[in-house]
C-alpha cells in the first residue's frame, strides 16, 4: 500500500491554510498543522488525516523537529500589520529558521506563498520583508516554489467583508488609494494553486502569480462589497477618494486603537504601487486552474445573513 505524502503546514489554522489543509486531505495526504493556540484550529482539527500540534514554529528546535519526517513544507505564515521587528521576525527571520530546520531534518520541498509586489525596495515595511524572505529562500537549495498571490477573497477575509461592515456604520465612506488597482483571487483557487505545486516536483524553482481574471481600482471594490452586501438598495454607500496622504492621519488613529487596525499606514504605503499581475511570471493557469470571477463568487457570501460553512460555499462553486 503506497504510503500517503505527508505535508507539514505553517499557518494551516489561518484563513488561507484552511482552504489549504482541505484540499490537501481531498488529495490523500496526512497534513500536520503547528499552533500556539490549538483552541483556534478547531476548523482543521476535524478533517481526518490532520493533525493539530501545539508548537512554536519560531523556535529553532521545535521547528526542526516538526519538519523531520515529513516530505514537504508549506509556508502560509504572514503579517499584515505590524512593527519593522514583527515583519522581519514572520517573513525573514522565519524563512531563515526554516531553511535550517529543512537542511537538517533532510527535507528539500517547500511551498512558500509570498505576495504580489514583494520587492526589498518596495514602499511598504510588508513588501521590503517579503522581498527579503523571497531572497533568502532562492538562496537556501532547496526545491522552492514561490506562489504570489495579489489580495485574497473568500468568505471568511477581512477585505470585502469589512469594507461592507464599515458601510453599514457610515453613512459616507472616505478612501484613500481609491485609484490603487488590484486583481482579487478567491481563496480556493490559491488553495488549489499551493497544493497542486506541493504534490507536483516539477513545479520546483519556479514562480506563479494567484491573480483573479479581473482588475479592480479599490473604489470599486469597497463600491461593489456594499452593492453586494445590499446596502442602501442594493446601491451601496457613498465613497469619496482621498488622495493617499490624507490617509495616513486616519491610519495612524486606527493603529492607536486596541486590537489588530483596521487599516495601518503601512498597508496605505504598499498601495503606492499597484496590485496586478507583472506577466513576467506564470498564472494559475499554468497550474490548470481557472481562476474564479468576484463577481461570480463574492455576491453569495456578502448577501449571506446568517454563517455559511467554508464547505458548502465551495460545493456551491465547483
Request: proline share 7%.
Amino acid at each position: 500500500m503506497q504510503r500517503k505524502p505527508r505535508i507539514l503546514v505553517l499557518g494551516g489554522s489561518g484563513f488561507v491554510g484552511r482552504h489549504v489543509c482541505e484540499h490537501l486531505v481531498r488529495a490523500g495526504c496526512d497534513v500536520t498543522v503547528p499552533t500556539r493556540r490549538p483552541d483556534r484550529a478547531s476548523a482543521v482539527q476535524t478533517l481526518p488525516g490532520v493533525t493539530v500540534l501545539r508548537a512554536n514554529v519560531h523556535d529553532d528546535a521545535a521547528l526542526q523537529s516538526l519538519v523531520r519526517g515529513h516530505d514537504a513544507v508549506i509556508n502560509l505564515i504572514a503579517v499584515l500589520h505590524g512593527s519593522a521587528a514583527q515583519f522581519e521576525a514572520a517573513h525573514v527571520r522565519l524563512p531563515q529558521r526554516l531553511v535550517q530546520a529543512m537542511h537538517a531534518a533532510g527535507v528539500r520541498r517547500l511551498v512558500h506563498v509570498s505576495a504580489l509586489g514583494a520587492d526589498p525596495a518596495g514602499p511598504s515595511r510588508y513588501q521590503r520583508s517579503k522581498g527579503r524572505g523571497e531572497e533568502v529562500l532562492r538562496q537556501a537549495q532547496l526545491d522552492l516554489t514561490l506562489i504570489r498571490p495579489s489580495v485574497i477573497f473568500g468568505a471568511e477575509d477581512r477585505f470585502l467583508n469589512l469594507f461592507a461592515q464599515l458601510q453599514r456604520w457610515v453613512p459616507v465612506l472616505p478612501l484613500a488609494g481609491g485609484r490603487t488597482r488590484f486583481q482579487p483571487v478567491w481563496v480556493v483557487d490559491v488553495a488549489q494553486a499551493v497544493v497542486h505545486c506541493a504534490l507536483n516536483p516539477n513545479t520546483a524553482g519556479q514562480t506563479f502569480e494567484a491573480c483573479g481574471p479581473d482588475v479592480y481600482t479599490l473604489a470599486e471594490l469597497v463600491r461593489l462589497s456594499g452593492q453586494w452586501a445590499g446596502l442602501c438598495g442594493g446601491r451601496g454607500r457613498l465613497v469619496v477618494p482621498m488622495p493617499l496622504w490624507m490617509g495616513y492621519p486616519q491610519a495612524l488613529a486606527m493603529e492607536l486603537l486596541p486590537g489588530e487596525p483596521l487599516m495601518s499606514r503601512d498597508n496605505l504605503a504598499s498601495m503606492r504601487v499597484d496590485n496586478v499581475a507583472s506577466g513576467q511570471v506564470p498564472g494559475l493557469s499554468a497550474l490548470g486552474i481557472q481562476a474564479a470571477s468576484l463577481a461570480g463568487v463574492a455576491p453569495g457570501y456578502l448577501g449571506q445573513r446568517g454563517p455559511r460553512s467554508r464547505l458548502e460555499h465551495y460545493r456551491a462553486r465547483r
